[in-house]
């Protein structure tokens, strides 16, 4: 027989069947079991966790992995649970790893074989996902997949005695992730990542990143110049004094070989697969970048500066701008590195040309010109040999050339004294001068600054700039003819003109004193002036309006 609680249930139970009798059944079923499997069903991220867990507790669990692999690889669809996996799983190969589960040996029992055989092989399709996700467009999923393989290839190391690189293969972890890095142009920010966490800090990331550069370029067919760029703009990340470092043990690897404690075995890497960039078939713009690049990034790797000299010569016969880049690259060597080049002054004199003073590079050419020049030990004749030649051609050069030029000169007769006698020689016979003239002993055309007899010459151009029409031109041209009471001038304040800025200067004077204008308005500008006493406009005079 019924208690009275059981019947207290059972007609509470029918009174809220009986409430909801205007719905259908079926719906308040399905609603209820909906709502029941919804409180007690963990959500995506809850069951991956317990998943990790479940695998970490027991060997027969391990089958489990591949629940893991499946959410891992909806990385396209859902972000979030793909990134959650990915980083479960991550923890859970590494565990497997460190307790020696995935490592083999001829003492195990063949299912013990089989088993460490799954698990490599799971990692392996594990890390196939990641570097998908590594191509991915999102940047925050990229970012996690290049910590998470960074972190899977230190457990092999560390454990499985799988080394970052092979010299001459390709096929390892560490190989397909640099070249997945390195395969697309739009991954700029990934690379500037895995350049600063890992390639910058640690030695062994950048000898085996070397590795990897090198053989990747020897793969790549000599036309394929995407590649190339990307090598380049990834070397270029790399600090420029990391090339100077005096000791290499900063690792990211319990285990090394004993080469890369070796200095010289780092830079012969780096030379290597610099060579391997500078030999190839560039264009213009990537020429123009290596040599940007070359006092700083390339340079400071090389143990032998000879072979660099091929490079240089070539970009310098390239001319224009790369001409002027080039030298200074030869001028660094030979300053630095005592690399003998005898023909370089020549050469930096082939560079003054007409075209230079109206070059947009103009500004970067007299920074190193003046660079160049600024030794007091070169010989006189060589020093008149540029004062002259950029003398003479400001007479045609534009005002915002001539007021760089001036300043140039007066700098450099003040560190070489003995050229001044150009400014103030006073040629012989002097009324037959005035009468006759004379010619200049100035060979323009002489290509070799120490045959130009400039020395015999003088400054008359700097005269003549004196009478320039422009005032600033003119003014600033006087200081050649006074007393070189100034120590210098600073090249910056001169190199940056132009007519517009020139202009602008001009315009933008207080005028203290207005100038007297006398004018006088017409009466008549189509017809005869009424005053016989003045004349007719030279409209009149041309056409009759009447």
């Given at each position: 027989?019924?208690?009275?609680?059981?019947?207290?249930?059972?007609?509470?139970?029918?009174?809220?069947?009986?409430?909801?009798?205007?719905?259908?059944?079926?719906?308040?079923?399905?609603?209820?079991?909906?709502?029941?499997?919804?409180?007690?069903?963990?959500?995506?991220?809850?069951?991956?966790?317990?998943?990790?867990?479940?695998?970490?507790?027991?060997?027969?669990?391990?089958?489990?992995?591949?629940?893991?692999?499946?959410?891992?690889?909806?990385?396209?669809?859902?972000?979030?649970?793909?990134?959650?996996?990915?980083?479960?799983?991550?923890?859970?190969?590494?565990?497997?790893?460190?307790?020696?589960?995935?490592?083999?040996?001829?003492?195990?029992?063949?299912?013990?074989?089989?088993?460490?055989?799954?698990?490599?092989?799971?990692?392996?399709?594990?890390?196939?996902?990641?570097?998908?996700?590594?191509?991915?467009?999102?940047?925050?999923?990229?970012?996690?997949?290049?910590?998470?393989?960074?972190?899977?290839?230190?457990?092999?190391?560390?454990?499985?005695?799988?080394?970052?690189?092979?010299?001459?293969?390709?096929?390892?972890?560490?190989?397909?992730?640099?070249?997945?890095?390195?395969?697309?142009?739009?991954?700029?920010?990934?690379?500037?990542?895995?350049?600063?966490?890992?390639?910058?800090?640690?030695?062994?990331?950048?000898?085996?990143?070397?590795?990897?550069?090198?053989?990747?370029?020897?793969?790549?067919?000599?036309?394929?110049?995407?590649?190339?760029?990307?090598?380049?703009?990834?070397?270029?990340?790399?600090?420029?004094?990391?090339?100077?470092?005096?000791?290499?043990?900063?690792?990211?690897?319990?285990?090394?070989?004993?080469?890369?404690?070796?200095?010289?075995?780092?830079?012969?890497?780096?030379?290597?697969?610099?060579?391997?960039?500078?030999?190839?078939?560039?264009?213009?713009?990537?020429?123009?970048?290596?040599?940007?690049?070359?006092?700083?990034?390339?340079?400071?790797?090389?143990?032998?500066?000879?072979?660099?000299?091929?490079?240089?010569?070539?970009?310098?016969?390239?001319?224009?701008?790369?001409?002027?880049?080039?030298?200074?690259?030869?001028?660094?060597?030979?300053?630095?590195?005592?690399?003998?080049?005898?023909?370089?002054?020549?050469?930096?004199?082939?560079?003054?040309?007409?075209?230079?003073?109206?070059?947009?590079?103009?500004?970067?050419?007299?920074?190193?010109?003046?660079?160049?020049?600024?030794?007091?030990?070169?010989?006189?004749?060589?020093?008149?040999?540029?004062?002259?030649?950029?003398?003479?051609?400001?007479?045609?050069?534009?005002?915002?050339?001539?007021?760089?030029?001036?300043?140039?000169?007066?700098?450099?007769?003040?560190?070489?004294?003995?050229?001044?006698?150009?400014?103030?020689?006073?040629?012989?016979?002097?009324?037959?001068?005035?009468?006759?003239g004379m010619d200049d002993p100035f060979d323009m055309a002489e290509t070799d600054p120490m045959e130009t007899r400039a020395f015999d010459s003088s400054l008359?151009?700097?005269?003549?700039?004196?009478?320039?029409?422009?005032?600033?031109?003119?003014?600033?041209?006087?200081?050649?003819?006074?007393?070189?009471?100034?120590?210098?001038?600073?090249?910056?304040?001169?190199?940056?003109?132009?007519?517009?800025?020139?202009?602008?200067?001009?315009?933008?004077?207080?005028?203290?004193?207005?100038?007297?204008?006398?004018?006088?308005?017409?009466?008549?500008?189509?017809?005869?002036?009424?005053?016989?006493?003045?004349?007719?406009?030279?409209?009149?005079?041309?056409?009759?309006?009447?």
């Amino acid at each position: 027989m019924p208690t009275a609680t059981e019947t207290i249930v059972k007609s509470a139970k029918r009174k809220r069947h009986d409430t909801d009798s205007n719905l259908p059944v079926g719906h308040k079923t399905k609603a209820r079991k909906t709502e029941k499997d919804v409180s007690q069903r963990p959500n995506v991220e809850e069951e991956i966790l317990l998943l990790e867990g479940e695998i970490t507790q027991s060997r027969k669990n391990y089958n489990k992995i591949t629940i893991l692999q499946d959410y891992c690889k909806k990385y396209q669809t859902r972000s979030k649970t793909s990134i959650t996996a990915a980083i479960a799983l991550c923890r859970v190969f590494c565990r497997l790893m460190a307790l020696g589960s995935m490592s083999q040996s001829r003492e195990m029992a063949d299912n013990e074989k089989i088993i460490a055989q799954w698990l490599r092989a799971q990692c392996g399709s594990y890390t196939d996902t990641l570097l998908g996700i590594l191509h991915g467009a999102d940047p925050g999923m990229q970012s996690t997949a290049l910590t998470l393989l960074m972190r899977v290839q230190k457990e092999r190391s560390d454990n499985l005695n799988e080394l970052f690189h092979d010299h001459g293969q390709n096929e390892g972890l560490f190989s397909r992730i640099i070249a997945s890095v390195t395969s697309l142009n739009s991954m700029e920010l990934i690379r500037e990542e895995f350049v600063e966490k890992y390639v910058q800090p640690y030695d062994d990331v950048r000898y085996y990143t070397l590795a990897c550069l090198n053989n990747l370029l020897k793969e790549e067919k000599e036309d394929a110049l995407d590649r190339l760029d990307v090598v380049v703009s990834l070397l270029a990340l790399l600090e420029s004094d990391t090339a100077e470092k005096q000791s290499m043990d900063n690792f990211y690897q319990k285990k090394v070989n004993a080469k890369l404690h070796n200095v010289n075995a780092h830079k012969k890497l780096a030379q290597e697969l610099w060579m391997n960039v500078l030999s190839r078939t560039l264009s213009r713009s990537q020429r123009k970048t290596l040599l940007n690049m070359m006092t700083t990034h390339v340079v400071p790797w090389f143990t032998r500066m000879e072979l660099l000299m091929d490079f240089l010569t070539d970009s310098f016969n390239a001319g224009g701008s790369l001409s002027l880049a080039a030298l200074s690259g030869l001028f660094h060597l030979m300053q630095a590195k005592n690399l003998d080049y005898p023909q370089f002054y020549t050469k930096l004199y082939s560079l003054l040309t007409s075209e230079i003073l109206h070059s947009k590079h103009r500004s970067r050419f007299f920074r190193l010109l003046d660079t160049f020049l600024s030794s007091t030990h070169l010989p006189a004749a060589l020093v008149a040999s540029f004062i002259k030649r950029l003398a003479r051609l400001a007479l045609g050069a534009p005002p915002s050339g001539i007021v760089v030029v001036i300043p140039w000169i007066y700098n450099l007769l003040r560190n070489h004294p003995s050229c001044t006698f150009m400014v103030h020689r006073r040629p012989e016979y002097s009324d037959f001068i005035e009468g006759e003239g004379m010619d200049d002993p100035f060979d323009m055309a002489e290509t070799d600054p120490m045959e130009t007899r400039a020395f015999d010459s003088s400054l008359w151009e700097i005269h003549t700039l004196q009478s320039h029409y422009h005032p600033n031109v003119a003014t600033i041209a006087k200081i050649i003819s006074e007393q070189f009471t100034k120590q210098a001038y600073n090249l910056e304040d001169f190199l940056d003109h132009s007519y517009s800025s020139m202009l602008s200067a001009e315009l933008s004077k207080e005028i203290k004193k207005p100038p007297v204008v006398e004018y006088e308005i017409p009466k008549k500008i189509f017809f005869s002036n009424p005053d016989p006493a003045k004349d007719d406009s030279l409209l009149v005079r041309l056409w009759d309006f009447s």
